[in-house]
């Protein structure tokens, strides 16, 4: 059994309610009592979660809508801290999370490429060497150097998922972003993520589709109400997922 790349140990994470602050502060003058009682308050996100993903494996995550999974990447690739339990991670983490975050809207599709593979970790000169490749992949060679602004939500996304494809990821978070375009966008994004696992990169796949998961993965853990409820062969997760 190869060495583990990713350890949650006992993590919990809770975030604060913010109800009556966000609400304004005639609001919150005006229900000052239940307002500091409510920020008192907080909500559990993940409970205990404890598991181990191990180097070139594929590791997907399923549950319903607001079971935690989005935390629990969150927590992964350092963008949240947990309050509770430790998180160890071994190798470079590569966030295929919200494509196009980080992207500026007045900046041409060329300009966000090497911004958004900077913020990524390259370096400037290394986006520039795969510029070609990346818009290549892309397929948005006639818009490239038009302002972000112009482009439309499925361009920027497209745009986005050529830049970290061609990141050469040690540990690959993936969350929902593979419907990406149209059918044969889609099954480039698919064959790049394919080439990943063949190569060996960790990944950790979040995602509702269960016949992607029993695909691609080689095993899989079902979060239900913030807690695990099972790990182990995707199929056999999946079928107790549908089955809960």
């Known amino acids: 059994m190869k060495e583990p790349v990713i350890v949650f140990d006992g993590v919990t994470k809770t975030y604060p309610y913010y ?19 409510h920020t008192k308050k907080s909500f559990t996100a993940l409970r ?33 801290k947990p ?29 966000n490429i090497v911004l958004n593979g900077v913020l990524l970790g390259m370096t400037r000169k290394r986006v520039v060497r795969k510029m070609d490749e990346i ?3 892309s397929e948005l060679e006639e818009f490239i150097d038009q302002p972000l ?14 830049v970290i494809a061609h ?13 990406v375009g149209d059918i044969n966008f889609q099954k480039k994004c698919m064959d790049k993520i394919m080439g990943f696992r063949a190569n060996g990169v960790t990944m950790v ?15 899989a853990m079902w979060i239900d109400h913030h807690e695990i409820r099972a790990i182990g062969e995707p199929a056999a997760v999946c079928q107790a997922y549908q089955g809960g």
Request: net charge negative.
């Open 19 to 37: 109800g009556y602050i966000t609400a304004g502060l005639k609001m919150f003058l005006f229900n000052l009592p239940e307002a500091i009682n």
């Open 48 to 80: 205990e979660i404890s598991f181990e993903v191990c180097g070139g494996e594929c590791f997907g995550v399923v549950g319903n809508n607001g079971a935690g999974k989005s935390t629990l990447l969150g927590l992964a690739a350092g963008a949240l």
């Open 83 to 111: 309050d509770k339990g430790t998180i160890e991670i071994k190798g470079r983490v590569s966030p295929l999370l919200e494509l196009g975050a980080g992207f500026h809207p007045e900046l041409t599709g060329r300009e």
């Open 135 to 137: 818009i290549g992949f």
């Open 149 to 162: 602004r112009t482009y439309s939500s499925g361009m920027v996304t497209r745009l986005g998922f050529s």
């Open 167 to 179: 990141l050469d990821p040690e540990i690959l978070l993936v969350d929902e972003v593979l419907a």
């Open 205 to 219: 796949l979040v995602s509702h589709s269960l016949d992607q998961v029993q695909r691609l993965c080689d095993r």
